[in-house]
């Protein structure tokens, strides 16, 4: 357990110490008009649509459930026993 607390000491530390501008891409340090920094937006966009697709499918399948099981229980009689004959 203590190597573990080491390793991510020593890897914070080394992140932290380490030199900033070789971890930014010019959409995120400097040049924010560069056809790169169009692409990743445009990018990003594209999978914002994806995602805001897919949860409005799943969105849409829980209202019919629900509005499925609403009529199905509106519908339904409730059962009555069979009368038994008097003998």
Do not use: W
């Not at 020593?10 to 400097?30: K, M, P, R």
């Not at 994806?50 to 829980?62: C, K, R």
Request: proline share 6%; net charge positive; hydrophobic share 45%.
């Amino acid at each position: 357990m203590k190597r573990l607390g080491i390793r991510i000491f020593s890897g914070v530390a080394l992140v932290l110490v380490s030199e900033t501008t070789a971890l930014a891409c010019s959409a995120c340090f400097g040049q924010s008009d560069s056809s790169m920094a169009r692409s990743l937006n445009a990018s990003i966009f594209t999978l914002m649509g994806f995602i805001g697709t897919v949860l409005a499918g799943a969105v849409s399948f829980f209202v019919f459930l629900a509005k499925r099981a609403a009529a199905t229980t509106r519908t339904e009689p409730t059962p009555t026993p069979p009368s038994q004959p008097q003998a």
